[in-house]
Structures are given as structure tokens and as C-alpha cells.
């Protein structure tokens, strides 16, 4: 018997898995520093912005002010990665706050400039720090294109 079929469930399985893998958040984290977002993924047309809200959660045992900062050292320069707020204070143990990532994408974009950035948190009096990862990526545009040569060529205004 042969094991063609066997490989090909192999095959597809391994493309469907590496298809799956930029959903995949990555998360550097200190137990004390939780972190979450509403997406992993943000699809952008040129020209356009779009908000990440990240939730940051204290589970340490006295109320904390957390620094937001990110990392756009992989990113293409066509983009723009603005936390709204640099600290974020008061966060009581066990609660968590929001705050906003705004993403801007700039004119002209193109789909290579994919990429990702990482935004870190970090708790300033004892050092401990949390990140994690947010992929970007330019969605494809498609204009129309009209040939107007078989009718004549193109209209004018009388």
C-alpha cells in the first residue's frame, strides 16, 4: 500500500498549521503584569488608522502605575504605533485598566511592508515587565480599470 495519501494529510496539515501561525500571540509576561488585546491582527488600507485596546491587569498586591511603550524597530517606516497614554495609573490589584494603541498606515503602503511590533508594560518601581506581540498587515487594493478603446476611446463633455 502506498503512503501518498498519508503524505498528503501530512502536507495539508502542516499548511493549514503554518497558515494559523500569525494568529498566534506571542507573550513575554511577568506573573505580576497581565496583558491582553482585543485583536492580534490589525488589516489597514493605506491611508488608514485603526485602535488596539490593550488590557493591562494587575495581579500584584498593592496598586500599581504601569509605563506603555512600544517597539516598532521591525516595522516598515510607512507606519505609525501611538500608545495614547504613556502611564497608565492606579490599577488596583486584581483590577485591570484599558488603554489605546492607535495604528496608522501611511499613503502609498504596500503589502510587503507587513510586519509586526511589540508594545511593553513595564512597573517602574520594581522593574518588572510584560510585552506582547501585534502583527500589522496592508490589505491589497484592487482599482478599477476601464478600456474604453473598443467604444471609441474615452468619453468627452459636450
Same mark, same amino acid.
Given at each position: 500500500?502506498?503512503?501518498?495519501?498519508?503524505?498528503?494529510?501530512?502536507?495539508?496539515?502542516?499548511?493549514? *498549521?503554518?497558515?494559523? !501561525?500569525?494568529?498566534?500571540?506571542? @507573550?513575554?509576561?511577568?506573573?505580576?503584569?497581565? $496583558? %491582553? =488585546? +482585543?485583536?492580534?491582527?490589525?488589516?489597514?488600507?493605506?491611508?488608514?488608522?485603526?485602535?488596539?485596546?490593550?488590557?493591562?491587569?494587575?495581579?500584584?498586591?498593592?496598586?500599581?502605575?504601569?509605563?506603555?511603550?512600544?517597539?516598532?524597530?521591525?516595522?516598515?517606516?510607512?507606519?505609525?504605533?501611538?500608545?495614547?497614554?504613556?502611564?497608565?495609573?492606579?490599577? *488596583?490589584?486584581?483590577? !485591570?485598566?484599558?488603554?489605546?494603541? @492607535?495604528?496608522?498606515?501611511?499613503?502609498?503602503? $504596500? %503589502? =510587503? +511592508?507587513?510586519?509586526?511590533?511589540?508594545?511593553?508594560?513595564?512597573?517602574?518601581?520594581?522593574?518588572?515587565?510584560?510585552?506582547?506581540?501585534?502583527?500589522?498587515?496592508?490589505?491589497?487594493?484592487?482599482?478599477?480599470?476601464?478600456?474604453?478603446?473598443?467604444?471609441?476611446?474615452?468619453?468627452?463633455?459636450?
Amino acid at each position: 500500500m502506498s503512503n501518498r495519501p498519508t503524505r498528503a494529510v501530512a502536507f495539508v496539515l502542516v499548511l493549514l *498549521f503554518a497558515s494559523m !501561525s500569525p494568529l498566534a500571540m506571542q @507573550v513575554s509576561a511577568h506573573q505580576s503584569i497581565l $496583558l %491582553s =488585546t +482585543d485583536t492580534s491582527h490589525v488589516v489597514l488600507i493605506g491611508g488608514e488608522s485603526g485602535n488596539v485596546t490593550l488590557t493591562i491587569g494587575n495581579n500584584a498586591t498593592a496598586i500599581e502605575s504601569f509605563n506603555v511603550t512600544v517597539d516598532t524597530s521591525g516595522l516598515s517606516s510607512v507606519w505609525q504605533v501611538i500608545p495614547s497614554e504613556s502611564t497608565v495609573e492606579n490599577v *488596583f490589584p486584581t483590577w !485591570s485598566k484599558n488603554t489605546t494603541i @492607535v495604528v496608522r498606515l501611511s499613503e502609498g503602503a $504596500l %503589502s =510587503t +511592508d507587513s510586519g509586526s511590533f511589540d508594545i511593553h508594560v513595564t512597573e517602574p518601581d520594581q522593574n518588572f515587565s510584560s510585552s506582547i506581540t501585534i502583527y500589522v498587515s496592508v490589505a491589497p487594493t484592487y482599482n478599477p480599470s476601464l478600456d474604453l478603446s473598443p467604444m471609441g476611446g474615452p468619453l468627452t463633455s459636450i
